[in-house]
């Protein structure tokens, strides 16, 4: 199969923009299609670090520099102007189109990751299948999706249907749930914990930073704090972190919080805790709820009294059986088996389809 993946224009795939979900989803990706044996034509920016086919740059760091100005990605959480309308897009999406037409063959796959901010990549290309290969947003717009989880497809279905025919809703044959997907080496298991809580993620309410801070204090727990933003006044800060210091905290940590407060379509921090073996503790909605089981990889919670006897309680988990349950779910390895299944069946779209 023959794969031309779309990265985002302020970023570049590298491991060092490891902070955003989608550029990584993309570097990886790029790296599981490669392994298989497929080609893979990779649109980003200069910097590159992904297995491809080839590497065709569409975005160049000057430009960047243009259209974002100054910003360290590393300690700043840079929220870009999701406005398809604006020059980022547009010419991103224009370099994209002409690179794409000149190595474009019949029943090639367009993999998009930004929704509909790259939907003029799609209109340009009709007779080819555009799919949105990693859907944890809610501005989507192909015919072929692939969910992170099944709370967030189905959270996508409501959102995009008449409320009072939510009853009549119908699935799409052609949609699919892969979950995020992770190179297991970037996170060291650890059968020791050392006696500190972590928090590693965005440092925003909607995250629930400041429900764990009141956590351990209120239990006059050590906690460890990670991300981007302004720390709160109770724990200690360490500011953001790259893969290997991430797997290192992680490893060590009696337990990760990521008590998202909104409907989390993944919360891949959770994912990265478990393969070092290390317990999670979550709000329980969202992917959490098929991702976190409950007594097995950590603790689901809905009150506060509940939180704090989770983070009591986590010692008695087995680690081992945490490590395991992510490295057979999210791996790099199992994931990309996942994915290819997946566009074989979209291939027998130019065929008989569902009754192929």
Not at 260 to 277: D, H, N, R
Not at 288 to 310: D, P
Request: proline share 3%.
């Amino acid at each position: 199969m023959r794969f031309h993946v779309i990265s985002l224009p302020h970023t570049q795939t590298t491991k060092e923009y490891s902070l955003c979900a989608y550029t990584e989803k993309v570097r990886k990706f790029s790296n599981m299609m490669t392994k298989l044996g497929h080609e893979v034509y990779l649109y980003s920016s200069e910097e590159n670090e992904a297995e491809c086919t080839e590497h065709i740059t569409i975005v160049t760091k000057k430009e960047q520099k243009k259209w974002f100005g100054d910003y360290d990605f590393r300690k700043q959480f840079f929220n870009i102007d999701w406005d398809s309308s604006k020059e980022h897009w547009t010419k991103s999406n224009d370099r994209a189109i002409q690179e794409i037409g000149k190595r474009l063959k019949p029943k090639d796959f367009i993999c998009v990751i930004a929704g509909v901010c790259q939907k003029q990549i799609a209109d340009a290309f009709p007779a080819v299948m555009s799919v949105e290969f990693g859907v944890g947003y809610s501005g989507v717009f192909s015919d072929y999706r692939v969910f992170e989880s099944y709370a967030w497809m189905h959270s996508v279905y409501g959102a995009y249907s008449d409320p009072n025919e939510i009853m009549s809703v119908q699935g799409k044959f052609y949609d699919a749930v892969i979950p995020n997907y992770f190179e297991v080496d970037d996170f060291p298991y650890s059968a020791k914990k050392d006696d500190y809580y972590l928090y590693m993620g965005r440092l925003t309410t909607l995250k629930g930073y400041d429900l764990v801070t009141q956590i351990c204090e209120k239990l006059k727990l050590r906690l460890i704090i990670a991300g981007q933003g302004e720390p709160p006044d109770y724990g200690e800060y360490v500011g953001t972190v790259g893969p290997k210091e991430r797997g290192k905290l992680m490893s060590k940590a009696k337990a990760v919080f990521a008590p998202s407060l909104y409907l989390e379509p993944f919360g891949g921090v959770t994912a990265e805790a478990m393969l070092c073996g290390t317990p999670i503790i979550t709000t329980d909605w969202g992917a959490f709820s098929e991702n976190n089981i409950q007594g097995v990889t950590g603790y689901r919670c809905r009150t506060f009294k509940e939180f704090c006897q989770a983070a009591k309680d986590v010692n008695k988990l087995d680690y081992k059986a945490i490590r395991e349950y992510a490295v057979n779910k999210f791996s790099t390895d199992v994931v990309a088996l996942e994915y290819e299944k997946y566009f074989k069946r979209l291939l027998t779209l130019w065929g008989k389809g569902f009754y192929a």
